[in-house]
């Protein structure tokens, strides 16, 4: 069940960590934003995650762990887990056989899974994305992979956060 703003604002930073973890486990996002409540509203909120960018390099691969890959979608009951499945909701069978092969290419490419913004997007256009990305540069792509970390973290803050 998600926060209020209030919530967020007031709750003890041990009850609201876990949330923004779940959001992006990256801790010096994490801590930031706990040490600058409260917020007010929502979009403060969120003007400050999105502040917070670009991500270290350390911290992209750090939150890349946390991810499933796509067309894996993440099991369990956790929150992230089920943000996950939805995030992926656009990823069918047919689009989940051509990411293995895909992931596959990608992680032999660059060491790590491939992220991406998936919500709202087919299986085909992320597919595509996925392979457009493989002609960047080690250096690049993380850089690509933080950019899309911040997408998603804002979305899930909107999900785990509201007015």
């Not at 969120?46 to 762990?65: G, H, I, N, W, Y």
């Not at 939805?86 to 056989?97: K, L």
């Not at 899930?156 to 956060?161: D, F, P, Q, Y």
Request: a negative charge.
């Amino acid at each position: 069940m998600p926060l209020t703003i209030r919530e967020f604002d007031q709750a003890s930073a041990q009850d609201v960590r876990p949330v923004l973890t779940a959001c992006l486990d990256v801790q010096r996002w994490v801590e930031t934003l706990l040490a600058r409540r409260p917020f007010g509203t929502l979009p403060a909120l969120l003007a400050a995650s999105e502040a917070l960018a670009p991500l270290r390099p350390e911290e992209v691969r750090q939150a890349m762990a946390a991810h499933p890959r796509i067309g894996e979608k993440a099991s369990g009951e956790s929150t992230e887990a089920g943000w996950s499945r939805s995030e992926q909701s656009g990823v069918d069978g047919d689009a989940a056989r051509e990411f293995a092969v895909a992931n596959s290419e990608y992680e032999a490419t660059f060491g790590h899974v491939f992220l991406v913004y998936a919500s709202g997007r087919s299986g085909a256009e992320l597919l595509e994305n996925l392979r457009s990305r493989l002609s960047n540069d080690p250096e690049t792509e993380l850089e690509v992979a933080g950019q899309e970390l911040v997408k998603i973290a804002a979305s899930r803050l909107e999900k785990a956060v509201t007015a």
